[in-house]
Structures are given as structure tokens and as C-alpha cells.
């Protein structure tokens, strides 16, 4: 389904497949920790300009999405929004306050967070990607 997305997405330059169920949506580009391959996933994200904010909820379950542990050991990468845009960015993650502040936001931009907290123990990762002024790949 993630290739289809990815292909429709790209085709489009996000008229289909830059949404999903209202929020938006961005391609994630990131690079296996042990394949070194590169991937790219669909994930919702929160403009929170000049940043961008992504969860890494996996619907709730125990365990962190692969894409999250790939993305917290690369120092920067890029991701591509709707219109064909694309941005590289340094990704970190949001604690305390912030974490907290970003959390309401996510929460009201897309309902189903809330819910994905209570299946599980862990707290879910909020992302926050930095602007960059590094080229693009």
C-alpha cells in the first residue's frame, strides 16, 4: 500500500495521496540503520513553520516504527511535501514542553493520537524537523 501511496504521491506531486482523512501528508526519505537502503515512508505531519512535526505513533503498539530509529541516527535528510516541494531537514525530538505543547496540536489535527496513546506504555515520539540549509539530495 506504502508503494502505491509513494507512486501516486509523486506522480501527482501530492494532489493524491498528500492528504490522508484531512491532515496532511509527507513523504519521509531515510536510509536503514543495518540495510542501508533507502526508504521513504507516508507520514501525517504538522506545518509548524519554518518546522514540521511528525509522530511515530505505529497505530499504538509497543514498539517504535522502524522509519523512527532510522531517522534518529541520520543527522539530516529529506522529505518531500504536496506541490512537488522538497526540503531537507534535521530531525530531533520533542520533550518536555514542547513535546507536550506539539502533543495538543497532533492530537486536534488528527483524533486518532489520542486514542494510539492509551494501547501502549510507551509515549509516543513527536519529531520535530528542523529547516536546513544544506543542498538538496
Request: proline share 7%; charged share 25%.
Amino acid at each position: 500500500m506504502a508503494r502505491l501511496h509513494k507512486f501516486l504521491f509523486r506522480a501527482t506531486r501530492g494532489k493524491l495521496g498528500g492528504t490522508f482523512l484531512g491532515p496532511p501528508v509527507l513523504l519521509l526519505n531515510h536510509v536503514g540503520r543495518k540495510s542501508g537502503q533507502a526508504r521513504t515512508n507516508p507520514v501525517l505531519y504538522l506545518d509548524d513553520t519554518p518546522r514540521l512535526v511528525i509522530v511515530a505513533s505505529k497505530g499504538g503498539v509497543d514498539a517504535h516504527p522502524a522509519w523512527f530509529h532510522n531517522l534518529m541516527a541520520m543527522a539530516t535528510t529529506e522529505v518531500e511535501l504536496p506541490g512537488g516541494e522538497r526540503r531537507r531537514v534535521r530531525p530531533r525530538l520533542a520533550e518536555g514542553e514542547e513535546r507536550a505543547a506539539l502533543w495538543g496540536r497532533l492530537v486536534a489535527m488528527y483524533k486518532p493520537y489520542a486514542d494510539y496513546a492509551t494501547y501502549t506504555e510507551r509515549q509516543i515520539p513527536v519529531v520535530v524537523l528542523e529547516p536546513t540549509s544544506e543542498l538538496h539530495m
